[in-house]
């Protein structure tokens, strides 16, 4: 794994856990700590979004390998 792949995959893991968090509790620990009218929580998602992407790649790139 690369180095990009481990920081995307992070990224991914920290997303996951904020969505899990919102489903079950309701609470948006990004909005917590950032604010509501922020632009920082809109920039994390953007991350959380772009990092995912690059996973799908990723994913379909093992996929095709034969080992």
Known sequence: MTLLQ??????????GITWG???LLDFNIIEAI??????IPRVIY???G???LI???ILLMDLDRHD
């Open 6 to 15: 481990k920081i995307c995959l992070c990224i991914t893991i920290i997303g």
């Open 34 to 39: 950032f604010g509501v009218d922020s632009m």
């Open 50 to 52: 772009l990092a995912s």
């Open 21 to 23: 968090l919102i489903g």
């Open 46 to 48: 953007s991350l959380v």
């Open 55 to 57: 996973n799908i790649g």
